[in-house]
């Protein structure tokens, strides 16, 4: 649980928004899986600083409209914003994330939020053995 002074903002630097480092995460093949969000993530060496940052994808093949596709993303976006101050990060690593959308209907709060911990809980296990 965090703090009661967390900052709980998403801030644009916590954005991933090159499309070749996407590209990169999504070819590296590291992934953790919670229906409905497989999470692809790379974690990078950079010496004096440790950040995270993050994409959210949902294909257009699954949703056609546009207003559908951005539900989605931001139900992503909010559950990740209440949860990321769980990521504890090495000293001098990037971690670089990006959630894909996997199922076939609109998922719901609950079950996204209850997606997200468990992926939050899988990349805590990899980063920290």
Not at 19 to 26: A, L, R
Request: aromatic share 10%.
């Amino acid at each position: 649980m965090p703090t009661a002074d967390a900052n709980f903002s998403f801030p644009q630097t916590c954005r991933l928004k090159s499309s070749q480092q996407i590209k990169d995460v999504v070819l590296q093949r590291q992934s953790v899986f919670r229906y409905p969000i497989k999470c692809f993530y790379s974690i990078l060496e950079t010496p004096g600083e440790s950040a995270c940052r993050i994409a959210f994808i949902v294909p257009k093949k699954r949703f056609r409209h546009a207003v559908d596709r951005n539900s989605v993303k931001r139900l992503f976006r909010e559950a990740y914003r209440l949860h990321r101050h769980d990521i504890a990060l090495p000293k001098n690593q990037t971690l670089r994330l990006c959630w894909m959308f996997v199922g076939e209907e609109l998922p719901d709060f609950p079950t996204v939020e209850e997606a997200a911990l468990h992926l939050i809980d899988e990349l805590q296990r990899k980063l920290n053995p």
